[in-house]
């Protein structure tokens, strides 16, 4: 049945509208059920209401500036990570509750963005790295893998890219692969902002982890990181 965008709530038309707008000629935004006591969906949805309005305006902003260079890696990367920021904070606001999966079509949206940005640009570890993040979170994880591991190959010493790929790893039931990255991660930031995450993960693996190094210092860059 057509969605009736008439009795269709301002989150869901925000969502149709900037997300369209990338994805004219693919597949259609899915409908979105909420199943939920009345006075929880209301609440949802209400928060939903207010991210998309906070979302929307930055982001038709910068579609006006794309539309005069296409290819501006800047803008690109820009609209990846308004997506991406907006795509976990709907995941986070729908978390175990109604709603589950609208974020999916932010997902998608942020990385068709990054797609973009690296054709015109390849090279950031990091936009790579958000860029397989956002096709976890779609529910691409092979296609994460495939773009993770070409980041862990080109950039080695890129330490975030080894800790997210074991999130990839683990839902693919990759559990060699998984030790494989997470020890080489701690062994380039011993003392980084993920190293417990990594060594409880290892110890449920049942790997015994290396301890921190002395006086080691964890690098800056600390993309954000999926959950399994």
């Known amino acids: 049945m057509a969605l009736d965008k008439r009795n269709t709530s301002l989150w869901v038309k925000i969502v149709i509208v900037v997300v369209a707008a ?14 939920s006591s009345p006075g929880t969906q209301t609440a949802k ?3 939903l209401e207010a991210l998309a309005t906070q979302y929307a305006g930055q982001i038709a902003t910068a579609e006006t500036q794309l539309q005069s ?9 820009y609209l990846g990570n308004k997506y991406y920021d907006w ?7 729908t978390a175990k509750g109604p709603g589950i999966g609208a974020d999916k079509p932010m997902w998608v949206a942020a990385a068709s963005y990054y797609e973009r940005a690296l054709e015109s640009q390849y090279g950031d570890p990091a936009v790579a790295t958000d860029m397989a993040i956002s096709y976890h979170y779609s ?5 994460a893998v495939a773009v993770i591991e070409r980041t862990m190959r080109d950039s080695p010493k890129f330490a975030p890219a ?6 990839f790893y683990q839902g693919l039931g990759r559990s060699a692969d998984e030790i494989r990255v997470l020890q080489t991660y701690l062994r380039l930031e011993p003392s980084g902002n993920s190293a417990e995450p990594a060594r409880a993960r290892l110890n449920e693996l049942g790997v015994q982890p290396s ?4 006086g080691s ?8 990181t999926p959950t399994p």
């Open 22 to 35: 990338v994805f004219a000629a693919g597949p259609a935004l899915a409908y979105l059920d909420f199943r």
């Open 45 to 47: 949805a209400g928060s």
């Open 69 to 77: 260079d296409p290819t501006s890696y800047t803008v690109l990367v």
């Open 87 to 93: 795509g976990d904070a709907v995941r986070q606001v």
């Open 139 to 143: 529910g691409d994880t092979l296609r």
């Open 162 to 167: 080894f800790f997210n790929a074991h999130v």
């Open 211 to 214: 301890a921190p190094a002395t």
């Open 217 to 224: 210092t964890p690098t800056t860059s600390a993309p954000s």
